[in-house]
């Protein structure tokens, strides 16, 4: 079994439980910090992952295979500063919203030009496709945050 759909939709899951930690701490402390020790629990719980699991191997040779991996942590870092701030500002749900939308767009652009390993043309599905998420974006960012 492909688990391709199932490992997105976690993921998807997963960042909408994060982004509403995230928005939470960032709101206490300053986003940035918030972000630093939100990474420092990551990073503790890959390192012990990695050791845990022998077939893991932790080797700082990798690295040097492609360095610019480590690029992720860095846009992982500003990511979820810009999520503690922006859930603040204007609510989860429509911080979610916008960043699905870009992130499609952005992906599009990126797999057209075929930036990550393989190009994959855009036709007429797709673009209607992300036409109606970014009308969806629009449609929950317009109303701004709903007060309780």
């Known amino acids: 079994m492909n688990i391709a759909l199932p ?3 976690l993921a998807g899951t997963l960042i909408a439980v994060q982004s509403a930690i995230i928005g939470a ?8 910090v918030a972000s630093t020790w939100v990474h420092v629990g990551g990073l503790v719980f890959a390192v012990v992952g990695v050791l845990m699991i022998p077939r893991f191997s932790f ?8 360095p610019w ?17 922006a859930v603040g500002g204007i609510g989860l749900a429509s911080t979610l919203a916008v960043v699905t939308g870009v992130q499609l767009l952005v992906g599009f652009g990126i797999e057209t030009y075929g930036l990550a390993d393989r190009a994959v043309a855009l036709d007429p599905l797709r673009i209607g496709g992300a036409l109606l998420i970014v009308t969806g974006v629009y449609l929950v960012v317009s109303r701004g945050p709903v007060a309780t």
Do not use: D, K, M, Y
């Open 69 to 85: 991996g480590l690029l992720g942590g860095v846009a992982g870092v500003l990511l979820v500063t810009g999520i503690a701030i």
């Open 25 to 32: 701490f960032g709101e206490r402390v300053h986003p940035f």
């Open 59 to 66: 080797e700082f040779a990798v690295v040097r295979q492609a």
């Open 7 to 9: 490992a997105a939709i």
